[in-house]
């Protein structure tokens, strides 16, 4: 039987991509939080446009513990490619 945290972490694998409302096409390319996540931030930002969300982190006790928000970082896609290079 998977514990709850096992069963948030099959759930954000779920998560690879997402549309909003103009239609435009983004994928997930990252989760997590402080320093690494403000390196992931800045190297996205160099390749190109990108959307952040904070997302709950609840059942990740690094996170809890240390009153840390987490994050998801998203990279538009421009429709002739994605972005992990295919």
Not at 19 to 34: A, I, L
Not at 36 to 57: A, K, T
Not at 69 to 78: A, E, F, L, V
Request: proline share 1%.
């Amino acid at each position: 039987m998977k514990t709850a945290v096992q069963e948030r972490m099959v759930e954000e694998e779920r998560v690879k991509e997402r549309v909003d409302e103009r239609g435009n096409r983004w994928s997930k390319v990252y989760v997590g939080g402080g320093e690494h996540f403000r390196n992931w931030l800045e190297q996205c930002e160099e390749l190109g446009e990108v959307m952040v969300e904070e997302i709950d982190s609840t059942g990740c006790a690094c996170f809890e513990q240390g009153g840390e928000p987490r994050y998801r970082i998203w990279m538009k896609r421009d429709g002739n490619h994605d972005n992990n290079g295919s």
